[in-house]
């Protein structure tokens, strides 16, 4: 028997709506993708000072973070990771329900894992961003020393190297992180933002 069985939706009594008018803006979840070292943390963190500082309700789930403490019993392997995925699509909807701006950080290797977070968001309010880097590129950078230990056969399932990323097949951003600056996609995404009426 599922949990949900026997349990009663309780309907918010101050709508989205009332949030969005009273905030002066909608809410979404800017969805970042991509592999590990590609710019997803650089990229959600940056939008999200750049929206705080113009007077937007925003805010940033980020991958290491949430490993942590709410998925800190979550390995690497597809079902947790598909799991992990789950849970933080749950809690981005919760924020985007509070009538903010999420920027989330995951690698997310999964299309279909993916697509089922997109499935839990209204129209518009689900925006993939794929941040794309070349892996040669990711592992030069190598921020966290991750590729290097993957190499070295110290990190099992490592995604692009010993587990698979999949990419985004029409994700509504595309941001070449290895040719595009961090100020020149911070305004890549404000624009979409402002072009769809969010901001
Ligand atoms: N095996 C393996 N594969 C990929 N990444 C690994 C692994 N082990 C640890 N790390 C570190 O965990 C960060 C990725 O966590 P995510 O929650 O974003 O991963 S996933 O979406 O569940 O695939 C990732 O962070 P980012 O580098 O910011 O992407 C790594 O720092
Ligand atoms: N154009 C760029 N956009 C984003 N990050 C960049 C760019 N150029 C260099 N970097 C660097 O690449 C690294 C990306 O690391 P990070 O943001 O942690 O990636 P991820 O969260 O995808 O693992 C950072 O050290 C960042 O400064």
Redesign the pocket.
């Known amino acids: 028997m599922k949990n949900s069985q026997n349990i009663t939706w309780h309907h918010s009594s101050v709508s989205k709506k009332e949030r969005h008018d009273r905030n002066g803006h909608k809410s979404c979840v800017l969805w970042f993708t991509?592999l590990?070292?590609?710019?997803?943390?650089?990229?959600a963190n940056a939008v999200d000072y750049a929206l705080f500082h113009e007077g937007y309700r925003s805010f940033v789930l980020d991958g290491d973070n949430i490993r942590h403490g709410l998925n800190s019993d979550l390995s690497f392997r597809p079902s947790d990771r598909k799991e992990n995925i789950r849970r933080i699509g749950e809690v981005a909807k919760l924020f985007v329900d509070s009538g903010l701006i999420v920027s989330s950080?995951f690698i997310s290797p999964f299309r279909e894992d993916r697509e089922l977070v997109r499935q839990m968001f209204e129209t518009g309010e689900f925006v993939e961003i794929f941040?794309n880097c070349p892996i040669e590129v990711c592992e030069n950078?190598d921020?966290k020393g991750l590729y290097k230990k993957a190499r070295k056969g110290e990190i099992p399932e490592f995604t692009g190297i010993s587990s698979p990323y999949e990419k985004p097949n029409l994700p509504e951003i595309v941001i070449e992180?290895d040719n595009?600056?961090?100020a020149q996609?911070v305004q890549i995404i404000i624009n979409y933002l402002k072009d769809k009426k969010i901001l």
């Open positions: 991509g590990s070292g590609s710019g997803k943390s650089t990229l950080a941040v950078r921020p992180t595009t600056s961090i996609s």
